[in-house]
C-alpha cells in the first residue's frame, strides 16, 4: 500500500551516508528486516522514470519514526534525497522482504554484513535489545574506511544490551583512512570467524550487503555449515 | 535487580507482529478460475512429488494450474524451490538455495517420459549464488531430454543470469527450440516490481538468443495491472522487437499475498484485444495477450508454426 509520509529530519551517519526520519503512517507495522520502496515523486529534479529505490528500515517496529539511510551516489534520485527540504512527502511502499531474525535465543546470531547491509541488522538489534532477548550476538561489519562506518558507535553500545555481545569491524581500505585503527582488517573470512567465534558452526549466519559480497560470503559460509543455517539479503540495485 | 526494573519499564512487544492486512479484493469475473480437479490433476502432482521435482504452477499458484495439470502438462521448475531474489510480483519463495542436485536433469528427463509429453517447458528459480547462474544444469536437462527422446520440442524460460553472456551461451548451445526470458514489467517499474534486476538486461539476453546460430525462436512475456500506461506498453513493445523477440506473452498480473504489490488496474479482455493489436502492429510473429495468460500457458501452441518455419528454413540452410 501507498503512503505519503513527511521527512522529519535528516543526519550524516557516516561520510556519504545520510539517514532520514520519516513520519510513521497510522497503522504502518512491520518487522525488523523489512524493506520499503520510497518514491520521490514530483520532484524537479528527478528523471520521471527513475522515481524509487528499495531501502531497509533501520528503525525498529516499536519506534516512533521510520529510518532509512541513502548511500549517496552520483544520480538524480539520491542527490534529490541530499536536498529535498525537510517536512516534504516523500511516498512509501511496502513493508516487504523475507529476512527475519531467528526465534531460538539460546543459538547464537552472526552477522556477516558489508557497508548499508548494516541497517535491517541495527533495526533486529534494537528491537531485541528492546525486548530485552538475550541472543548471543556476533557482528562482523565491513567497510572501507572507518569514516564510512554507519552506526559505529551503537554497535559497541549494544555491548550493554546483550550479555554475550561481540562487535568486530574491519576496513578493506583503512590505509585511504585519516583514522588510526588497530583492529581488524582486510575483507571477512573464515579465519577472521574463528577469531571470534569458539564454535563457527553453530549460529544462526545472516549475510547482508552489496552482492558480490553476499554470494561471496555465501561460498566462505558453505565450507562449514548447512544452507538451513544463513539467511541472505542481497543488497543488488541499491545504487 | 537492574533487570526487574529494565522489565518493568518497558512494555512487552511482540517482535513477529504482522504487517497490517489490506483489505481483501474482489476479483472481477472475467478473471475467475473454476475449480476443476480431475484425476489427471492428483497424477501429475503425484508424479512430481515422488520425483522430487517442482513446477512453478504450483510454486508460483497459478491459476491455470489445474487446466494444466489436467492436461498432463506441467512446467517444470528447476534448480530448487528458494529463489535469490526477492520480486515483489512472484510467489516463489525468496531464501538461501539449499544446494545444487545434480540428478535432478535425469530425474525430470524420466519424469517427462513418464508423464508421455512430447513438449516441455523448463523454468527456475534465480540462483545468484552460483558462478553460471545454474546454466549449466539447464543445459545438461535439455541434453537428458533429447537423449530419452530426440524429438522432444523444449522451452526454456531462463532467469536473468547476472546477464553473464557466457552462462546464457551455455543453455544456447544446448540447443533448445524456444528460448524466453520474461521482461516482466514497463521500464518505469523496474525498481519497484524487479528489485535488482534490469530490463536492459533482459533486452540483452533476448538479443542475445537472437544472434545465436542456430537461431531458437525467441520469446518473452510482461504483465499488466501494475500501474503502466498504454504508452509504455507501446514502448515496451518496441523495446523487445529491436532485440529481434518473436513472441510476446502479455497477462494480468494478480497479486498472490498480501505481502505482494497490489494490482492497480484489471484489463478487461477487450483492453487485450488492443495490447494484442499493438504487439501485431509492431512486428510480433505471435502476441498471445489475455486476463489468464502466462508466459508458459499453452506455450507450443504460441510456437508451433514459428518453430516448423525455422526448422525448414535451417534444413534448407545445412544442405
Not at chain 1, 146 to 156: K, W
Request: charged share 30%.
Amino acid at each position: 500500500m501507498q503512503r505519503a509520509v513527511r521527512i522529519i529530519r535528516r543526519e550524516e551517519l557516516a561520510e556519504g551516508k545520510i539517514g532520514l526520519y520519516l513520519e510513521r503512517p497510522e497503522g504502518f507495522r512491520f518487522v525488523s528486516g523489512h524493506n520499503i520502496d520510497v518514491a520521490l515523486e514530483n520532484h524537479d529534479q528527478i528523471d520521471p522514470a527513475d522515481t524509487s529505490r528499495t531501502f531497509s528500515i533501520a528503525s525498529a517496529p516499536y519506534e516512533k519514526e521510520l529510518l532509512i539511510v541513502a548511500r549517496l551516489r552520483n544520480n538524480p534520485y539520491k542527490k534529490a534525497l541530499k536536498t529535498i527540504p525537510i517536512g516534504s512527502n516523500l511516498v512509501i511502499d511496502g513493508p516487504y522482504g523475507t529476512f527475519r531474525m531467528h526465534h531460538d535465543q539460546q543459538r547464537p546470531a552472526a552477522f556477516i554484513v558489508g557497508g548499508i547491509g548494516i541497517t535491517p541488522v541495527i533495526s533486529m538489534l534494537r528491537q531485541a535489545a528492546r525486548e530485552n532477548l538475550q541472543y548471543p550476538v556476533y557482528i562482523f561489519y565491513a567497510n572501507r574506511r572507518f569514516e564510512d562506518t554507519a552506526f559505529y558507535t551503537e554497535l559497541i553500545d549494544f555491548a550493554g544490551h546483550f550479555d554475550n555481545y561481540t562487535f568486530v569491524p574491519t576496513f578493506t581500505r583503512q590505509n585511504t583512512s585519516k583514522v588510526e585503527w588497530a583492529g581488524e582488517t582486510g575483507y571477512i573470512d573464515r579465519p577472521m570467524l574463528e577469531r571470534y567465534i569458539p564454535d563457527i558452526t553453530i549460529p544462526q549466519y545472516y549475510v547482508v550487503g552489496p552482492s558480490p559480497m553476499v554470494w561471496g560470503s555465501l561460498q566462505m559460509l558453505d565450507g562449514f555449515v548447512d544452507r538451513a543455517s544463513i539467511k541472505v539479503e542481497d543488497f543488488t540495485g541499491f545504487d | 535487580m537492574a533487570q526487574e526494573a529494565h522489565s518493568q519499564i518497558i512494555p512487552k512487544i511482540d517482535i513477529e507482529q504482522k504487517p497490517a492486512k489490506r483489505p481483501r479484493r474482489r476479483l472481477p469475473d472475467f478473471i475467475k478460475v473454476k475449480a476443476n480437479f480431475s484425476p489427471n490433476y492428483f497424477r501429475v502432482k503425484d508424479i512430481l512429488a515422488r520425483n522430487d521435482l517442482h513446477s512453478v504452477c504450483q510454486e508460483a499458484s497459478c491459476p491455470n494450474i489445474r487446466e494444466c495439470f489436467g492436461e498432463g502438462t506441467a512446467t517444470f521448475m528447476i534448480l530448487g524451490a528458494n529463489c535469490t531474489r526477492g520480486c515483489r510480483f512472484c510467489d516463489v519463495k525468496t531464501a538461501v538455495p539449499l544446494g545444487l542436485d545434480r540428478e535432478e536433469p535425469k530425474r525430470l528427463a524420466r519424469t517427462v517420459g513418464e508423464l508421455n509429453l512430447r513438449q516441455v517447458v523448463i523454468t527456475s528459480v534465480t540462483r545468484d549464488d552460483l558462478r553460471d547462474g545454474g546454466a549449466e544444469i539447464f543445459a545438461e536437462t535439455i541434453r537428458q531430454l533429447r537423449l530419452r527422446d530426440p524429438e522432444v520440442k523444449v522451452e526454456v524460460l531462463i532467469p536473468d543470469m547476472r546477464g553473464d553472456e557466457k552462462s546464457v551461451a551455455t543453455v544456447l548451445e544446448a540447443g533448445p527450440d524456444v528460448f524466453a526470458h520474461n521482461v516482466e514489467t514497463v521500464a518505469r517499474l523496474y525498481r519497484r516490481v524487479r528489485p535488482g534486476a534490469q530490463l536492459k538486461r533482459s533486452l540483452d539476453i533476448l538479443r542475445q538468443g537472437h544472434e545465436f546460430h542456430p537461431r531458437p525462436v525467441i520469446k518473452t512475456g510482461f504483465m499488466v495491472g501494475l500501474g503502466e500506461t498504454l504508452e509504455e506498453i507501446t514502448e515496451l513493445f518496441k523495446q523487445i522487437r529491436e532485440t529481434g523477440t518473436q513472441i510476446v506473452t502479455v497477462g494480468q498480473y494478480l497479486s498472490p499475498s498480501e505481502d505482494h504489490l497490489e494490482e492497480v488496474k484489471f484489463y478487461h479482455p477487450d483492453e487485450y484485444k488492443e495490447i494484442s493489436r499493438i504487439g501485431y502492429e509492431t512486428g510480433f510473429e505471435h502476441v498471445e495477450a489475455g486476463p489468464l495468460v502466462r508466459s508458459s500457458y499453452k506455450a507450443f501452441s504460441q510456437s508451433k508454426s514459428i518453430i516448423e518455419k525455422q526448422e525448414k528454413g535451417h534444413d534448407a540452410e545445412s544442405r
